[in-house]
């Protein structure tokens, strides 16, 4: 089975600073990959998606990005942070024959 | 696109009773849908999933009915303990090999 590793676990920015969440799998190999961000209380908004290296589909336009370096891992950033992007941003991985996702243990943002 | 649509936003039952939670999706052509399980702080965890080829598939105490017809699909849970207390996802496949989500209920056990 695949392990997702995400960090870090959590992080405090100041507005207008940047940003870069790393995503790690391992247990697999060329997995779609994909960032999502969970405001408090709501539900999984999906922002980027992968199907390859340097292959990056966005969802939803907005001030961050996504890229792909290598195969099993997967980054976010953000060159300037505004306060709506405080949220917990989860990587997930798609496994097995099905679509099924398995999440990573997210990085909970607050940005001040 | 794809559309999930997930009710009720909020689900309060008497621990030891049953908890139902429905779904219904907009694309006749999604095939998989699966159920996730948040708890509070921590990140989803596949709870139980059902293929469009299958009408029911039950696991101990949680159930999953799917109606293709309908494109409507329930999560049923019996017995509840004070451990069911999360906030449940649904979700239908879409393209690309996405998943399309539901809002989320809330699921509270009161003891």
């Known amino acids: 089975s695949q392990t997702i590793h995400q960090w870090p676990a959590t992080l405090v920015q100041p507005v207008g600073s940047p940003l870069s969440l790393e995503c790690t799998v391992e247990?697999?190999?060329?997995?779609?990959l994909y960032w999502y961000r969970q405001a408090a209380g709501r539900g999984l908004q999906l922002l980027f998606y992968?199907?390859?290296?340097?292959?990056i589909s966005s969802e939803v336009p907005q001030n961050l990005s996504a890229s792909r370096p290598q195969d099993r891992q997967f980054i976010l950033s953000s060159k300037k942070l505004l306060l709506s992007d405080s949220g917990f941003y989860l990587c997930?991985?798609?496994?097995?024959?099905?679509?099924?996702?398995?999440f990573g243990p997210g990085t909970r943002l607050t940005v001040l | 696109g794809e559309n999930v649509e997930q009710h009720p936003s909020t689900l309060s039952v008497q621990e030891g009773d049953s908890a139902v939670i429905k779904c219904t999706y907009s694309d006749s052509a999604s095939n998989y849908f699966p159920w996730y399980k948040q708890e509070l702080g921590k990140r989803p965890q596949l709870i139980i999933d059902?293929?469009?080829n299958v009408g029911e598939k039950k696991d101990q105490r949680i159930a999953v009915t799917l109606n293709k017809t309908a494109k409507h699909f329930s999560l049923h849970i019996t017995e509840t303990q004070p451990e069911d207390s999360a906030v449940y996802f649904c979700a239908a496949s879409g393209s690309n090999y996405q998943l399309i989500w539901g809002a989320g209920t809330k699921l509270i056990i009161k003891p």
């Open positions: 992968s199907v390859g290296i340097g292959q």
């Open positions: 247990g697999t190999s060329n997995p779609n």
């Open positions: 059902i293929r469009s």
């Open positions: 997930a991985s798609r496994g097995g024959v099905n679509n099924e996702q398995f």
